[in-house]
C-alpha cells in the first residue's frame, strides 16, 4: 500500500509544481501566520493527543457520515488534545491541502495543527507552511536516508517541527541521526496495515530521552494512553477512535484523562 501512495505522489507532487511554482508557494509563505508551537505542546505534563482529522483510510474506509473538519477541529480544542494532525492527502485519505489549511487558520482553533502528508519533496515543507501548518509528518521509509537530514534541517529553518516516523529500530537510529527532535513509533505497519502494539515499547526503549516520543495507530481507549505513558511516551496521535464515535468531544476527555462532566455521566 504504502509503495502506491508514494508512485501516486510522486507523480501529484509534480502536477502541484506545474500548477504552481516554488516561488509562489513562498510568496504566500511568507504571508502565514506564525507558527505555534508543536514541540512545547507535546511536552507538557501527562501524554499529550494530537487528534487526528481524516475523511477516510484505505483500510477503514469512511470514518464519518458528518464529516466536518471545522466541527472536529472545534471538539477537539475544546476538549483537552493538545495538537492536531490533518490529512493533506486527497487520493487515499480523503483530506488536501485546503482542509490543513482551513483548520490551521479556523479562529476557532488554537492548537497547533500538523499537516500529515506522505512527504518526498522539499516542495510539500514549503506549501505546509505556507497555509499555515505548524508542523509535518515525515515517514523515514519514504524518503532517501541521505536526504532526511536537509529535509528535517528545513522544517526547522522555517520555524515548524517534524514528526518523524518510524517502523523499526534501524529507522530510529537514522532520525535520531538526521536531527529529529520528535519521534514517533506507528504500530500499524502501512506496507502491511497491520497492528502491533508492542512495537511501541520495543522502539521506545532504544530512544534517548533527548526527543519527545509519539505512540501513533492503534490506541483505542484510555488504557492504551496509560501504557503508552507508562513506557515514556510524551505524546499519542489518535485518529479512527475519536473519528468514529458519536460523541467525540466525550472520547477525547477519555482519551488525555479529564474527569467526565456531570451530564456526561447521565
Known sequence: MLDDILKNKAQEVEAKKSRCGLEEVQAKLRAARKPRNFYRALKQPGISLIAEIKRKSPSKGEFRADFDPHMLAKVYSENGARAISVLADESFFGGGTHVVEAVA???????????????????????????????????????????????IALVHELGIEALVECFSAEEASLAVEAGAKIIGVNNRDLQTFQVDLQRSEEIRSVLPGSVVTVSESGLHSRTDAEKAEAIGFDAMLVGEALLKSKDVGSRVREFVGLTLRAEDKR
Do not use: W
Open 105 to 151: 487558520n479556523d479562529p476557532d482553533v488554537h492548537l497547533p495543527v500538523m499537516y500529515k502528508e506522505f512527504i518526498i519533496d522539499p516542495y510539500q515543507i514549503y506549501e505546509a507552511r505556507s497555509v499555515g501548518a505548524d508542523a509535518v509528518l515525515f515517514i523515514v521509509r519514504a524518503i532517501d536516508p541521505y536526504r532526511l537530514p536537509e529535509m
